[in-house]
């Protein structure tokens, strides 16, 4: 079965001002009714990806798939499509667009017949060489029907001389670089992998017999399974009805897990790597308040992202916590498009100033980041017009300086305030009093370390410190090109 349900919703006009985690992944074996389990399990997962949905199951003759653009609940809201989605083992993936574009044929999981059966395949994270590999490829005859990279690894997986699926598949990862936590579905069994350096995280858990790997424990909540554990950077794990066996394919690398997790994109009460998301927010607001503190009479949130980091902010400074801003929560996705004119009001659509808290006072404005500026500067001016006497800004990050190429989507460098401007040039910008950000070390420090490694850091934090984990090989190509054509150019 493959339907495809209606056209898209219109991504919300107001809420670009966030990097976005481009993809959530859920697989289960063992039980009956798996696809119901993966619906419910991707809709814990809807805040890591809003624009398509996607089930493959099977039900131990075929395999059946129903892919659409929207939300979870949307996709899979017919009776009808639950119930052709038979088996007890299927895997889901909620996306954004990521590399390859947003068009219905890049929507996961991704499904191919290889020589050794029927092979199903949802990726959470981004292959940064996937278009020399593509170009590769395509010179030795293989067809893309998507442009999406996660195809790459069906067609090295194909094209592969390894005897066995297992190897073949192996043989492919071996290939690629870059950011992957993978849920596979074949006949025999699904298979979950974490890239080497662990960049975007997978836990496994267990529902009665019943084995599930999805993106966040909150996922695992949701169905009422035990988190068992994470899947280990590097490690491979294959579940069928013989029991779990787990691989280490790879030379060992010394982890990097997407530090970003713990700042915005995982769900506060969701433990990535063993940290509660929630408390490591919390001490994040905290090391801001020891290393920025202010006179101020309330500690406020951007809510909802900035409420765990402005509690410990609170605590830590004995200011009281106050909701200054009150998040409306009947904005959604498929808000219409505003006309130009009316455009500059939309930030009220979301977020309004509780004048009556606020007025004549100094107020802490704690944020978990910032991207473009453009948020900042209207919630800053939105206080003010409330009567702010004073508006001090601390953010729960350091400055967002470069890109993500790991499955984030993240602006041009150029539109990355933090890229073009010093701190006191981004407070003149937002219009703060003052404006503070975590330090790098600080942020290590919330999360149990004494300090950034500068030689060999725990994390991937590339968007900070431009201290990217692995090789860019199309980003490098890319850059290759550009520079040639300026040659040519001048030459001409
Ligand atoms: S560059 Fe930033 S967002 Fe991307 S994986 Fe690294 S820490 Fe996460």
């Not at 530090?259 to 969701?270: A, G, K, L, T, V």
Request: proline content about 5%; overall charge negative.
């Amino acid at each position: 079965m493959q339907r495809f349900a209606g056209p898209p919703p219109t991504t919300h006009p107001f809420d670009d001002d966030k990097l976005r985690e481009e993809c959530g992944v859920f697989g289960l074996w063992g039980t009956d009714s798996a696809s119901a389990m993966v619906a419910l399990g991707l809709h814990a997962l809807q805040h890591r990806g809003q624009e398509a949905a996607g089930i493959t199951s099977f039900d131990g003759g075929d395999f059946h798939s129903h892919r659409g653009m929207g939300h979870v609940a949307r996709v899979f809201r017919e009776e009808e499509v639950m119930r052709q989605l038979g088996g007890r083992a299927a895997i889901g993936h909620v996306r954004y667009a990521t590399t390859g574009g947003a068009g219905l044929r890049n929507v996961q999981p991704l499904f191919a017949e290889l020589a050794s059966g029927g092979f199903a395949v949802a990726h959470n994270g981004n292959i940064s060489n996937a278009m020399r590999m593509r170009g590769d490829l395509n010179r030795r005859g293989s067809i893309f029907q998507s442009t999406s990279d996660t195809e790459v690894i069906i067609h090295l997986v194909a094209t592969s001389t390894y005897r066995t699926l297992l190897d073949r598949f192996i043989d492919a990862l071996k290939q690629v670089e870059g950011a992957y936590s993978l849920v596979c579905l074949t006949a025999e069994g699904m298979i979950a992998c974490r890239d080497p350096r662990g960049i975007r995280p997978l836990v496994m858990g267990r529902l009665g017999e019943a084995y599930i790997f999805a993106s966040e424990t909150v996922a695992l909540d949701m169905v009422g399974a035990t988190y068992l554990r994470s899947v280990e950077p590097g490690e491979l794990i294959e579940v069928s009805d013989q029991g779990v066996r787990s691989h280490r394919p790879f030379a060992p690398e010394r982890p990097k897990p997407c530090i970003f997790e713990h700042i915005y994109f995982s769900r506060p009460d969701s433990i990535i790597d063993g940290h509660s998301v929630y408390n490591v927010r919390k001490r994040i607001g905290a090391e801001l308040a020891i290393e920025s503190p202010v006179e101020a009479d309330y500690v406020v949130p951007v809510p909802d992202s900035g409420v765990p980091a402005a509690i410990g902010y609170a605590q830590q400074s004995g200011i009281p916590f106050e909701l200054g801003i009150i998040r409306s929560h009947y904005v959604g996705r498929t808000f219409i498009q505003p006309l130009d004119h009316v455009r500059h009001l939309g930030v009220k659509l979301k977020h309004n100033a509780n004048s009556a808290l606020i007025r004549g006072k100094s107020i802490v404005l704690v944020d978990d980041s910032i991207v473009r500026g453009t948020t900042s500067l209207k919630i800053v001016q939105m206080l003010r017009e409330a009567g702010a006497r004073a508006v001090h800004m601390r953010i729960a990050s350091p400055p967002t300086r470069h890109s993500c190429f790991y499955g984030v989507d993240t602006p041009e460098r150029a539109k990355l305030l933090a890229a073009q401007m010093n701190v006191a040039e981004m407070n003149n910008y937002i219009k703060a009093d003052s404006l503070a950000f975590v330090s790098i070390d600080g942020l290590y420090r919330a999360l149990g370390e004494s300090a950034r490694d500068e030689t060999e850091p725990q994390h991937c934090d590339a968007c900070f410190t431009g201290d990217y984990p692995t090789s860019l090989t199309d980003q490098e190509d890319l850059e290759q090109r550009h520079q040639l054509e300026l040659q040519e150019e001048r030459v001409a």
